[in-house]
Structures are given as structure tokens and as C-alpha cells.
């Protein structure tokens, strides 16, 4: 993944800004999974 954001921010790469995205987007995609879980629990009780 680094390279695409070195690519991406060529010059102006700042690795905390790639580590935080990162980090945000999978936070984010966690918690859709354990949104959706529950959906899915509630819909099957």
C-alpha cells in the first residue's frame, strides 16, 4: 500500500497521513461489519 500512496502524494508523501487513512478505512469497514452482524442477528431472532 505504500507505494500507492507515494505515487498518489508524489513529493508531498507524508507517511502519519497514509497510516491514518488507512487506519480510518478499516475502522470504517469494521464497523459496517458489526452493523450489518447485528441487522442480520436481529433479522433471524
Known sequence: ???FWE???A???VRD???ISEET???LCYA???F???KVKRLYM
Open 17 to 19: 497521513v497514509k497510516d
Open 7 to 9: 505515487a498518489v502524494m
Open 11 to 13: 513529493e508531498h508523501y
Open 32 to 34: 459496517f461489519i458489526a
Open 25 to 27: 478505512i478499516e475502522l
Open 1 to 3: 500500500m505504500g507505494d
Open 36 to 38: 450489518y452482524a447485528h
